[in-house]
């Protein structure tokens, strides 16, 4: 499956951003599905995972409450709804898949990446 995210720019500190990761084939819905992010100088971060029937979500504690994961198998799209965004959440976003149908937190176990987008949170 090939994927790709969309959906960053640039906002101010407390406002909403919506991602999607759209995915091809007709055997999206059977990934899992992870957000990462990446900011400059930093190693890569888990954010939060979806199972393949979207049926089970899993959050990093730094988002848990602000972010969340939805999915449409229907249009193969994941979505990361983002809420009070601050400064510290400027990074490349990136949507990642696996098979299993489970979440999935190590970034090391995702076969499938997208190529990011980015976020930019001015304060």
């Known amino acids: 499956v090939q994927l790709q995210a969309s959906g960053g720019g640039l906002v101010q500190a407390g406002d909403s951003l919506t991602l999607s990761c759209v995915g091809s084939g007709r055997t999206f819905g059977s990934y899992a599905v992870g957000w990462f992010r990446q900011a400059p100088g930093k190693e890569r971060e888990f954010l939060g995972s979806i199972s393949s029937s979207g049926g089970w979500e899993y959050y990093a504690d730094s988002v848990k409450g602000r972010f969340t994961i939805s999915r449409d198998n229907a249009k193969n799209t994941v979505y990361l709804q983002m809420n009070s965004l601050k400064s510290d959440d400027t990074a490349i976003y990136y949507c990642?898949?696996?098979?299993?149908?489970?979440?999935?937190?190590?970034?090391?176990?995702?076969?499938?990446w997208g190529q990011g987008t980015l976020v930019t949170v001015s304060s």
């Open positions: 990642a898949a696996r098979g299993g149908s489970h979440f999935y937190t190590k970034w090391n176990t995702y076969t499938n």
